[in-house]
């Protein structure tokens, strides 16, 4: 593993405080003094000693730009999501069973193993297809209704529309 | 009966409905592969709606459930996915390859990674469906 510079150190340390402060405020739901203080010095040691465990982002990601970008990834995923249930539902009622399942790959232009992550979380919620591995930029995809083997028509099919977002989020 | 009753009933009836679906679906299904996509996504869907419905009904007390169950629900959405795929990338390594159709050998591209002949391995035998 390589060893960060100060600056990735730093950046790590606030926006693990920051989201473990968020957490710890919808959690308590209050404001009372005496809990947010509380919420402060246990949300700042935790994310002093996690420095090298989360390798989320930098600061880049508070761009107003990219919060615009993930509420609208958010939504495009929950519409994908019931997309996705109402066609496990007709694969599951149909009494023929209208499966035609098998593995295709693709490549991704991802940088970052915690967009990688991201988009394969993502590819398992979304209509049909189930993310197996990650093997350097290449996803293994479980397609539960195979239209295509060539990588290249799995991309367009599969991951284009979340990948297009998630390039400007996360580049 | 009052209106975050109502909703929050109709949420948590279209969350039973998910997950029963996601239960008939791990029945029917022929393989381990096409058992994990009927489970992944309707346990993930239904969960998550079945906790906003708790949340929903809860909120004529207080505001603050709605806030738990929303960090909650984001949990799950991270979690889920996650654990489906550890699930079906193990049965791939144990030499559980999947259902296909026929007799189409290129359906399966994660073979030439995964499915090489290892003799120290001493896993149970090859190409059965559980």
Not at chain 2, 51 to 77: H, P, Q
Request: proline residues 4%; glycine residues 6%; neutral net charge.
């Amino acid at each position: 593993m390589k060893s960060l510079t100060f600056n990735e150190k730093l950046a790590r340390f606030f926006i693990n405080w920051l989201f473990l402060m968020i957490v710890w405020i919808a959690f308590t739901t209050s404001f009372n003094k005496q809990e947010v203080i509380a919420g402060v010095f246990v949300t700042m040691l935790i994310s002093f000693f996690s420095i090298p465990l989360f390798t989320c982002c930098t600061f880049k990601i508070l761009a107003p730009k990219r919060i615009f970008y993930m509420v609208y990834y958010l939504l495009i995923f929950i519409r994908e999501l019931i997309k996705s249930n109402l066609d496990v539902a007709r694969r599951v009622l149909t009494p023929s069973l209208p499966i035609n399942p098998g593995i295709v790959k693709f490549k991704s232009k991802l940088p970052t193993d915690y967009s990688k992550m991201v988009l394969a979380n993502s590819i398992t919620l979304t209509p049909g297809t189930l993310s197996i591995d990650i093997i350097d930029d290449t996803f293994y995809i479980h397609w539960i209704d195979v239209k295509t083997t060539d990588p290249e028509e799995a991309y367009t099919e599969i991951a284009e529309t979340f990948e297009k977002i998630l390039l400007k989020i996360f580049v | 009966m009052s209106i975050y009753e109502i909703i929050g009933g109709i949420l948590i009836l279209i969350g039973a409905v998910f997950l029963f679906l996601g239960g008939l679906g791990i029945y029917r299904m022929p393989d381990v592969y096409n058992r994990l996509q009927a489970g992944t996504k309707a346990t993930t869907l239904g969960a998550m709606s079945l906790i906003l419905g708790v949340g929903v009904v809860k909120m004529e007390d207080s505001w603050t459930w709605i806030v738990k169950m929303a960090i909650i629900i984001i949990f799950i959405a991270f979690s889920n996915p996650i654990s489906s795929h550890a699930l079906a990338r193990a049965m791939y390594h144990r030499k559980r390859y999947p259902y296909i159709k026929g007799d189409a050998k290129d359906m399966d591209a994660y073979r030439e990674v995964a499915g090489k002949d290892d003799p120290s391995d001493t896993s149970p035998d090859e190409g059965e469906n559980i």
